[in-house]
């Protein structure tokens, strides 16, 4: 990944009018590199003398409560104050971090598109991203927005810049877009990132255990469940899926971020090169895909659940019944197997 210097200055410039208001928006469901990006790049904003305020169109999952500052983010859907809403009229900037498309902010779109003279400023690793935005620092080939925010910090400012604050934040997108560092796009570059956030004062068992080692018992209990009793093995158990139905989330006390990693797991069988995780939700079901190395979920969640993401990693919507969602997705991998893609 190589930033672009024009696209640098260009920023620089954009961030040199003193006493700037700047908002910085992320996507729904926000996760660790949302919420990361989001608390480092405030806190560069702030060190520079502007106002910064974040903003998550929902909440973020309850192992990132402990994040320095994370008190601050701005919860559209239970802001009853209108903070974000003023912060985004009000604002100079609005950078738009971690996603690709105005559509993922869901019932933050219309506030965010209400605001029509702010400068707008896209950091994001997503393939195919929206057009109409000011300045674009997007690197589909990065592992996380996060390594992208570090790199940017590091070209503005320098890496002196990068507080103890910032590094934790900056180390939670990292290690939680690529799996604790293992999944693909793990670069030199972004080794040699991790190594200068670790000098800037982030220990690494502590965020790990923060972040992976914080869930309740009743998340334990709903993934053996999971795991167990829901989980189905179609194409000679080479594609799996899993399915989570309102009644069997509350059973288990389920909070928001609790399937985490759920569709991940089926990966770990030897054979297996998709998974899919259905989670239902009041008005539709939240589709989850992911893959192993050339097989591309971010096409099929285009072709068949209307979503996108990345290669190994994306997700949809499907305002089907459950039963429907799960047809369509055992003919549509039956179709993509036929196509050549499996
Ligand atoms: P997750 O399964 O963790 O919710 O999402 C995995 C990836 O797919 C994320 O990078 C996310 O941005 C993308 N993704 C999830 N849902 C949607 C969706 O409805 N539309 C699009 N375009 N991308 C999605
Ligand atoms: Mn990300």
């Not at 195919?128 to 790199?151: K, N, V």
């Not at 759920?262 to 054979?271: D, E, G, M, P």
């Not at 097989?295 to 039963?323: C, I, P, Q, W």
């Not at 549509?332 to 050549?340: C, I, K, M």
Request: charged fraction near 20%.
């Amino acid at each position: 990944m190589k930033l672009s210097t024009d696209q640098v200055d260009r920023l620089r410039q954009m961030l040199s009018t003193p006493g700037l208001r700047a908002a910085i928006v992320s996507h729904t469901n926000p996760d660790g590199d949302a919420v990361g990006s989001s608390l480092a790049w405030a806190g560069a904003l702030r060190a520079l003398g502007h106002e910064a305020t974040c903003i998550v169109p929902n909440k973020y999952p309850y192992f990132l409560d402990w994040m320095p500052g994370i008190e601050e983010v701005v919860v559209f859907r239970n802001d009853t104050e209108g903070r974000a809403a003023r912060a985004l009229a009000e604002a100079d900037l609005i950078f738009c971090l971690d996603f690709n498309a105005v559509s993922r902010l869901e019932i933050l779109s219309d506030t965010l598109s209400a605001n029509t003279s702010a400068r707008r400023i896209l950091i994001d690793h997503h393939l195919s991203p929206d057009e109409g935005f000011d300045l674009m620092f997007s690197y589909p080939g990065a592992s996380s927005t996060c390594y992208i925010m570090y790199r940017l910090i590091e070209a503005l400012f320098g890496t002196e810049a990068i507080t103890q604050q910032m590094a934790e934040a900056l180390y939670v997108g990292m290690m939680t877009d690529t799996g604790n560092f293992a999944f693909s796009s793990l670069t030199p570059g972004l080794f040699r990132a991790v190594a200068t956030l670790v000098e800037r004062g982030v220990h690494v068992p502590t965020v790990y255990n923060n972040v992976y080692n914080a869930y309740t018992e009743g998340r334990a209990r709903l993934f053996g469940y999971a795991i167990n009793r829901k989980m189905q093995l179609i194409e000679d158990g080479t594609v799996a899926y899993m399915s989570l139905m309102e009644h069997e989330m509350r059973r288990f006390g389920f909070q928001q971020g609790d399937s985490e990693g759920f569709v991940n797991y089926a990966l770990t069988i030897k054979k297996m090169k998709m998974s899919a995780m259905f989670l239902a939700h009041r008005k539709f079901i939240r589709v989850s895909l992911r893959s192993r190395g050339d097989v591309d979920v971010n096409l099929f969640a285009r072709k068949y659940f209307n979503g996108g993401g990345h290669k190994n990693a994306a997700g949809g919507k499907s305002y089907d019944t459950m039963e429907e969602t799960i047809a369509r997705y055992v003919r549509s991998v039956r179709e993509f197997a036929e196509d050549g893609y499996l």
